[in-house]
């Protein structure tokens, strides 16, 4: 069965700070990863998806991919309060069925 | 945007109950997903479908069913529930055309007593 692992478990950051969260599968067929992000009490959102090797920006979010070692990174820069949340890793072989990770809770210190 | 809505949003039930959640999706997607989310873990796949009529088994789908009646509707049934399957429910949508990104209903809070 994929697996799909996240580190670290939970991270601080101080406000304005980067906040640097990991993903690996274990499926060698996997083609697409996304990163959800849940606020408390919310449903999950998607937030950026990569299927391509290389880096994705968008704002303060930067997103990258090595498919040879299926390891994708999400980087959050100027980090702000707003952005404490759980961060949901996901990957999927290009069809309808995803495989999430537990997540990494990330909360921004004032 | 895309709506996926679910009911009941809160369910209490004992032991051995019947409990049904439904999910409603009005954004015309083939997918549907069937999601359980416990305290320490993300998101785990019960079960899903890609159109009315067809079933897929999830990862975690032991002492669950499920039923695709149309595009829009997709149900999960617990025929014997169990305190083990206290968790708060998730459904989604998505389809090819915007790469399987999926879309999230508010979740369902069931607890068995």
């Known amino acids: 069965q994929q697996k799909v692992q996240q580190s670290p478990e939970s991270l601080i950051v101080p406000e304005g700070g980067m906040a640097s969260l990991n993903c690996t599968s274990s499926d060698r067929n996997v083609d697409y990863f996304w990163w959800y992000r849940q606020h408390s009490g919310k449903s999950p959102k998607m937030l950026m998806?990569?299927?391509?090797?290389g880096e994705k920006e968008e704002g303060r979010f930067t997103v990258h991919l090595n498919k040879a070692s299926l390891h994708t990174s999400l980087h959050i820069r100027d980090s702000q309060p707003s952005d404490s949340a759980l961060y949901l890793c996901a990957a999927s072989p290009n069809t309808g069925k995803l495989t999430f990770g537990d997540g990494t809770v990330l909360t921004v210190k004032p | 945007e895309a709506a996926v809505t679910q009911s009941p949003r809160n369910k209490v039930t004992v032991t051995g109950g019947n409990v049904t959640l439904s999910c409603r999706q009005t954004?015309?997607?083939?997918?549907m997903y069937w999601y359980r989310q416990d305290t320490g873990h993300g998101l785990r796949l019960i079960h899903y479908?890609?159109?009315?009529?067809?079933?897929q088994i999830g990862d975690v789908p032991d002492g669950y069913k499920a039923t695709r009646t149309t595009q829009e509707d997709f149900f999960l049934l617990l025929e014997l529930a169990s305190p083990s399957q206290t968790s708060l429910y998730f459904c989604a949508s998505s389809d090819e055309g915007s790469l399987y990104e999926q879309y999230f209903g508010p979740g369902t809070r069931l607890t068995v007593l």
């Open positions: 998806s990569i299927f391509s090797n």
């Open positions: 954004n015309s997607h083939n997918y």
């Open positions: 479908s890609y159109g009315a009529g067809n079933l």
